[in-house]
């Protein structure tokens, strides 16, 4: 009986473990551009704010599944920003603030400087990077890890340089979705 306890507590903590390493390495901007002068690859970054419910949905049903954590984590460096945040930020040789912030706000904020410069306008709102720190494209709203997918795999492949309507088209029609 003893061993059979043992054996079952050691596989929980093994599984507690391995659980709580199973998610995203989120970083901060500057932590991403420093990474990608090291190991260029391209940077996600999760813009969203306290207050916003699909930002939520997505830390809880998207950012958590199991696939879309690895293939994430092995080809991007990815970001997590608050749009509403206090701090100070420095991005491509500029500081950004966010002068309007009010601590004794409860709920919404005024928009951080970074999140105007990228073009932010809704929540959430991913934005896709190169190495260098271009914009790709934003996605703005709500994505599932099946929708989510084919953009992670289309930007990491960067099947998007050079690439028309015509060959989006034709790499999502060809698409088969694996989370």
């Given at each position: 009986?003893?061993?059979?306890?043992?054996?079952?507590l050691?596989?929980?903590?093994?599984?507690?473990?391995?659980?709580?390493?199973?998610?995203?390495?989120?970083?901060?901007?500057?932590?991403?551009?420093a990474?990608?002068?090291?190991?260029?690859?391209?940077?996600?970054?999760?813009?969203?704010?306290?207050w916003?419910?699909?930002?939520?949905?997505?830390?809880?049903?998207?950012?958590?599944?199991?696939?879309?954590?690895?293939?994430?984590n092995?080809?991007?460096?990815?970001?997590?920003?608050?749009?509403?945040?206090?701090?100070?930020?420095?991005?491509?040789?500029?500081?950004?603030?966010?002068?309007?912030?009010?601590?004794?706000?409860?709920?919404?904020?005024?928009?951080?400087?970074?999140?105007?410069?990228?073009?932010?306008?809704?929540?959430?709102?991913?934005?896709?990077?190169?190495?260098?720190?271009?914009?790709?494209?934003?996605?703005t709203?709500?994505?599932?890890?099946?929708?989510?997918?084919?953009?992670?795999?289309?930007?990491?492949?960067?099947?998007?340089?050079?690439?028309?309507?015509?060959?989006?088209?034709?790499?999502?029609?060809?698409?088969?979705?694996?989370?």
């Amino acid at each position: 009986m003893r061993l059979i306890l043992a054996s079952l507590l050691v596989a929980f903590i093994g599984f507690s473990a391995h659980a709580q390493q199973a998610h995203i390495n989120w970083m901060t901007i500057e932590e991403a551009m420093a990474a990608a002068e090291e190991d260029p690859r391209p940077i996600m970054m999760d813009v969203y704010t306290q207050w916003c419910g699909p930002c939520k949905m997505m830390m809880a049903n998207t950012f958590t599944v199991p696939a879309l954590i690895s293939y994430v984590n092995d080809h991007y460096y990815a970001v997590k920003f608050d749009a509403e945040s206090a701090g100070e930020v420095t991005f491509k040789g500029q500081t950004f603030s966010n002068p309007g912030f009010n601590p004794a706000s409860r709920g919404r904020n005024t928009p951080h400087e970074l999140s105007r410069a990228l073009g932010v306008t809704a929540y959430p709102t991913l934005i896709f990077m190169t190495a260098e720190g271009d914009i790709i494209t934003p996605l703005t709203g709500y994505k599932t890890a099946q929708n989510l997918e084919i953009f992670l795999r289309y930007f990491a492949e960067k099947w998007y340089a050079g690439s028309g309507q015509a060959e989006w088209d034709a790499y999502k029609e060809r698409f088969a979705p694996t989370f």
